[in-house]
C-alpha cells in the first residue's frame, strides 16, 4: 500500500492511499500520490508499506473525557467509518473505558477493553498491547486524541493499527518541542492571516463574510459575531485581543483583520475591565493615523474611563457607541450604505 | 450567604511576585479582599504591596491563617502550584492561568476530588462575591450585591452581562467562571446545585458557549430535579463554524456535538429561559 502523509484527516477518500502489486509498480503509484493535493496540502511524503488482507475493520481510539476529566478509550467493532455516525446510530456498538489519571493505564485494562469488543485469546492480547502503546503515545507526547480508524483484523487472525492520526494538545507545546516548528508550518486548512495571527499570539479565525470583528475576550467575541448574524450582517472573522489589551496587541490585530480585502466594514467591541478606555482610545487613533484606515469603523467601548475614551474618538469623527447591540446594528447599517 | 467566597474567605497567591500576580494582589486588596500570604519559591522573605511572601506553602501556613488559594503562576509551573496549594488543605483553589495542557489539568482535578477541594478554573476569571471578597481579575466596580448568581465559561462576556445585571438594579450573589479550558474544576450542574442550597440567590444566569457538553448536561440536571429557582441561559457562538477553535480552548465544535443550536435546544426543553443577546438575560430575571 502507498499512503500520502498529509496532516489531514479522509486521505483514503481524496484518492491518497492506493495499493500496488509490484515494486514497479508501487514506483509509479507514489508518482502520482506524490505531489496531488490532499484538501488543500501538497503531499511531499508517502509510506509504502505491506497491504494487509483485511478480515474485518475494527476501531480503537483514546480521547480527552472533558465531562469526566481523564482518558477515555472507545472501542467498536464498526471500524472504517465515520466513529461520529456509529456513537449516534449505534452507541451500544462502542466500548469505553475511562483511565486513571494518576495511576494510569494498567494491562489488564486493555485486554478489558478488547473482551469489550468480544475478542480473546492471542487477539485479545494483541489488542491489549496496541492499546497500551497508543496510551503511552498518548501520554507521552501530551496528545488530546489518537485513533487507529481501522484497526485490522487480518485473514490469518492478526491484529494491526492499520492507521494512525495523533493530535497533539497545543497547550503542551512548551514541553513537546518537536512538535513546535510543525506546528507553525503545517496547518493545510488555515489562511495565511490565521498562520500570521497564530505567530503573533492571536486567536483569529476566518469566517468569510465582509464585516471585520476585533474584541477582547473569546465569549464576548462570539457573542457579537452572533449578533451580527441576528442583524442578518456576515462577519469577516473571529478576532480575540486578549484581556490585556494593549496597543501593540490592537495595532497586530487591525493589521490581520484588514488584511482581509473582503472587510468593508470595522467593529471593535472592547469591555474595558482592569483596560481603560481611554488609553484603548489613544491606541486606535495612534494605529488609524500610522496605518492610514480608511474604510469606516464602529467602536463600541465600555469601562473604566469610559466617557474619556469616548470624548477622544468622538473628536475625531469616529462613532462610539455604549452597548454591543447599538453597535453590532450600525456595523451592518454602515455596510448597506456603503454598498 | 453566598457561595464558595465571602467575608471569612483568606487568601493564599501563588506567584505574587511576577507582574499578573503583583497587579491583581493590589486590585484584591484594594478591593478588600483578604490577601495573607504568596507563595514564590525562593523569594521567601520578601514583601508585595504590604503582603508576605515565603517560599512554600507549609512555611506560609505557619505563620497565617488562610483558606484559600489563587494561582497566577505561568503554564508549564501551574500544576506544581496548584497542587501545593491543594494539598496545603486551602479550599477553594482558583486557577487563573491559561494555557495548562489538558494533561496536567486532568491530574489536578483527579487529586482535587480526592481531598475534596473545589478548583476553580483553569483559564477562569475567578469569583467574586460582591462587596466581600473578589478572588479573581474581574472589575470589582461593576459588581453589586444583590440577588443573581451568575456562572460562566467566560471572562469579558460575564463582566458584560454582570454589567447589565447591576444597571438593572438587580446585582448578584457570587459570579463565577468555570474556565474556558475543555477540564476543569467546576461543571454548571456544580454550581447550580450551591446556588440552590443558598437562600441568598433568587434566580440564576449562565453563560455558556460552543464545545463540550456542560450546557447539555445541566439541562438533564435541570429536567430531573425540577430545579426550584429561574435559570436564564445566554450561549455564545452560534456564528461559530466546526473544527475551529474559537478562542477559549475547549471553544470548539467537533463534528455536529458541541453546536450553540443543540445547547439552546437542550436548555430550553429543560425549561431555561433562553437570552439571545446578552443585555437580554437581566430583562428576562427582572420579568421573573
Known amino acids: ?339 | 450567604m453566598p457561595i464558595l467566597v465571602g467575608r471569612n474567605t483568606k487568601a493564599i497567591v501563588w506567584g505574587i511576585t511576577g507582574s499578573q500576580g503583583t497587579f491583581h494582589t493590589q486590585l484584591m486588596l484594594e478591593y478588600g479582599t483578604k490577601i495573607v500570604a504568596g507563595v514564590t519559591p525562593g523569594r521567601g522573605g520578601q514583601e508585595v504591596h504590604g503582603v508576605p511572601v515565603f517560599d512554600t506553602a507549609q512555611e506560609a501556613l505557619s505563620k497565617v491563617k488562610a483558606n484559600a488559594a489563587i494561582i497566577f503562576v505561568p503554564a508549564p509551573y501551574a500544576k506544581d502550584a496548584t497542587l501545593e496549594a491543594i494539598t496545603a488543605d486551602l479550599n477553594p483553589v482558583v486557577v487563573i492561568t491559561e494555557g495548562i495542557p489538558v494533561k496536567d489539568e486532568m491530574q489536578i482535578m483527579e487529586i482535587a476530588k480526592q481531598r475534596q477541594t473545589t478548583v476553580i478554573g483553569p483559564n477562569t476569571p475567578g469569583i467574586i462575591t460582591p462587596d466581600q471578597c473578589k478572588l479573581g481579575i474581574m472589575p470589582g466596580h461593576i459588581f453589586k450585591p444583590g440577588k443573581v448568581g451568575l456562572v460562566s465559561r467566560s471572562g469579558t462576556l460575564t463582566y458584560e452581562i454582570a454589567a447589565s445585571l447591576t444597571k438593572n438594579g438587580l446585582g448578584q450573589t457570587t459570579c463565577l467562571g468555570v474556565g474556558g479550558d475543555p477540564v476543569v474544576g467546576l461543571s454548571f450542574v456544580d454550581v447550580l446545585q450551591m446556588f440552590k442550597k443558598d437562600t441568598s440567590t433568587k434566580a440564576i444566569a449562565m453563560i455558556g458557549e460552543i464545545g463540550g457538553n456542560a450546557e447539555e448536561t445541566a439541562a438533564e440536571y435541570v429536567k430531573k430535579t425540577k430545579y426550584p429557582k429561574p435559570i436564564v441561559a445566554y450561549i455564545a457562538g452560534r456564528a461559530a463554524p466546526p473544527g475551529k477553535r474559537m478562542g477559549h480552548a475547549g471553544a470548539i465544535i467537533t463534528g455536529k456535538a458541541g453546536t450553540a443550536e443543540t445547547k439552546i435546544e437542550s436548555l430550553r426543553s429543560a425549561g431555561v429561559k433562553i437570552a439571545m443577546k446578552p443585555g437580554d438575560i437581566a430583562k428576562q430575571i427582572k420579568r421573573r
Do not use: W
Request: glycine residues 10%; hydrophobic residues 45%; aromatic residues 4%.
Open chain 1, 1 to 339: 500500500m502507498v499512503k500520502a502523509q498529509v496532516l489531514v484527516a479522509g486521505r483514503g477518500k481524496a484518492g491518497g492511499i492506493k495499493p500496488a502489486s509490484t515494486a514497479d509498480e508501487a514506483e509509479e503509484v507514489s508518482r502520482t500520490i506524490l505531489g496531488m493535493t490532499v484538501k488543500g496540502e501538497k503531499v511531499a511524503k508517502v509510506l509504502v508499506e505491506k497491504r494487509l488482507a483485511s478480515k474485518h475493520e475494527r476501531y480503537v481510539s483514546i480521547v480527552v473525557d472533558r465531562a469526566a476529566k481523564c482518558y477515555t478509550i472507545l472501542c467498536s467493532t464498526e471500524g472504517g467509518v465515520d466513529i461520529e455516525d456509529v456513537a449516534s446510530r449505534q452507541p451500544e456498538k462502542i466500548f469505553r473505558h475511562q483511565v486513571d489519571p494518576l495511576v494510569g493505564l494498567q494491562d489488564f485494562e486493555g485486554r478489558m477493553v478488547a473482551k469489550g469488543v468480544g475478542y480473546s485469546g492471542k487477539q485479545m492480547v494483541q489488542i491489549a498491547s496496541i492499546v497500551g502503546k497508543l496510551y503511552k503515545i498518548m501520554v507521552d507526547c501530551d496528545a488530546e486524541l489518537i485513533e487507529s480508524n481501522p484497526l485490522i483484523e487480518t485473514e490469518n487472525g492478526e491484529m494491526v493499527a492499520a492507521d494512525l492520526r495523533i493530535l497533539i494538545d497545543d497547550n503542551s507545546l512548551f514541553r513537546q518541542k518537536k512538535f513546535l516548528e510543525r506546528a507553525k508550518t503545517y496547518e493545510p486548512d488555515m489562511t495565511a492571516l490565521e498562520i500570521q495571527a497564530r505567530e503573533k499570539g492571536l486567536a483569529y479565525v476566518e469566517l468569510g463574510g465582509n464585516i471585520g470583528i476585533i474584541g477582547n475576550g473569546a465569549g464576548l467575541v462570539m457573542a457579537t459575531l452572533d449578533m451580527i448574524l441576528d442583524y442578518k450582517g456576515s462577519p469577516a472573522n473571529f478576532c480575540d485581543v486578549g484581556g490585556g489589551a494593549n496597543e501593540d496587541r490592537i495595532a497586530a490585530a487591525l493589521q490581520i483583520v484588514l488584511g482581509n480585502p473582503n472587510v468593508k466594514v470595522l467593529l471593535i467591541n472592547i469591555m474595558g475591565g482592569i483596560t481603560r478606555c481611554d488609553d484603548v482610545a489613544r491606541a486606535i487613533l495612534d494605529i488609524q493615523k500610522k496605518m492610514g484606515i480608511t474604510i469606516p469603523m464602529v467602536i463600541r467601548l465600555v469601562g473604566t474611563n469610559e466617557k474619556e475614551g469616548q470624548k477622544i474618538l468622538a473628536d475625531a469623527n469616529i462613532p462610539s457607541l455604549n452597548s454591543m447591540e447599538e453597535a453590532a446594528e450600525s456595523a451592518v447599517k454602515m455596510l448597506g450604505a456603503r454598498a
